[in-house]
């Protein structure tokens, strides 16, 4: 039998290497907006963050998902995306 390789992503707020499923994906839509994408299977320009509020902060403080989304982040959507992974982090 052969060992099924596992997708591994690096975080952009802390760096490190882990598997998709232990990660949060943020999208750049093809209509230029900014959302979770919990699925993981929505369209567009992908980043990961692990699912905690520190490496969120991280990314915001380096840039890190502007760099990685290759687009400038408004103040308003890293917002909404603290809300959303507070509610992320309730469950």
């Known amino acids: 039998m052969s060992v099924k390789?596992?997708?591994?992503?690096?975080?952009?707020?802390?760096?490190?290497?882990?598997?998709?499923k232990e990660m949060i994906r943020v999208i750049k839509t093809p209509e230029d907006e900014i959302v979770m994408d919990t699925t993981g299977k929505k369209n567009g320009r992908g980043a990961y963050i692990c699912a905690s509020s520190d490496c969120l902060n991280k990314a915001i403080k380096n840039r890190g998902l502007e760099r990685s989304l290759k687009v400038n982040i408004p103040a308003e959507v890293y917002e909404e995306l603290k809300e959303e992974l507070e509610k992320l982090e309730a469950r």
């Open 5 to 20: 390789k596992i997708p591994l992503r690096q975080c952009t707020g802390c760096g490190e290497m882990k598997s998709k």
